[in-house]
């Protein structure tokens, strides 16, 4: 049986032995698993395993940096969709944040945003008035020119170019006029509904508002 002095002796021994590669070389040294599935310290990843991930280790072995495996094709996939959901939902939360900032600086009440509402609308319908105004004339023009041309060809003679033209050019004013009509007649659409979901998201301010004077009515 061996004594107490060998067996610490031998321990020593050991030790020197597991450490002294380490302490010959005063650079960091890389712990990485092989093909054959075994951990192995070198002083340098080999490129087949260093997209396996592995450890840097300091001069006294201590582990002072891990570099995680290389992720797959499927797995950049997955993180660049999370990354892209997670960049909506903040830029979504900042729209609202904003929104309901904006909301709170410019009115009061609902009230405000219906009268702001029916501002916005009174001059979106007055340009329509005004532009129905104008088509009301052009036609009547056109009407006054075709008038006349009938009654030249009638009496036998022929209607002069610049007459026609001006005729062309009244009715082209007329289709577009219309076409602004139409486009006028869209934002007022837009608009109703715009004020429409301040009117939601205010209401809704409002009663988030209700409910902490109510928690904080209880907590007293």
Known sequence: MLDHKTLVRGYSAAVLVLTLPLAAYSGDLYRYTNAQGNMTVDDHVPPEYAGKGYEVL??????????????????????????KLAATAL?????????????????????????????????????????????????????????????????????????????????AEIGATERSIVDRQREVAAVQADFQLDIDRFEMLLEVVELRRTLLAKDK
């Open 58 to 83: 300091n001069e006294e072995g201590m582990v002072i940096q891990v570099v995680p495996r290389q992720l797959t094709e499927e797995e950049l996939a997955e993180r660049d969709i999370r990354d």
């Open 91 to 171: 830029a979504e939360q900042e729209r609202l944040r904003k929104w309901d900032e904006s909301l709170l600086l410019r009115y009061s009440t609902i009230e405000d945003i219906v009268a702001a509402r029916e501002r916005a609308l009174r001059d979106l319908r007055i340009r329509v008035s005004i532009l129905k105004s104008n088509i009301r004339s052009l036609k009547q023009q056109v009407e006054n020119y075709q008038m006349v041309a009938a009654d030249i060809e009638r009496r036998g003679g022929k209607v002069d170019i610049q007459r026609l033209t001006t005729i062309e050019q009244l009715q």
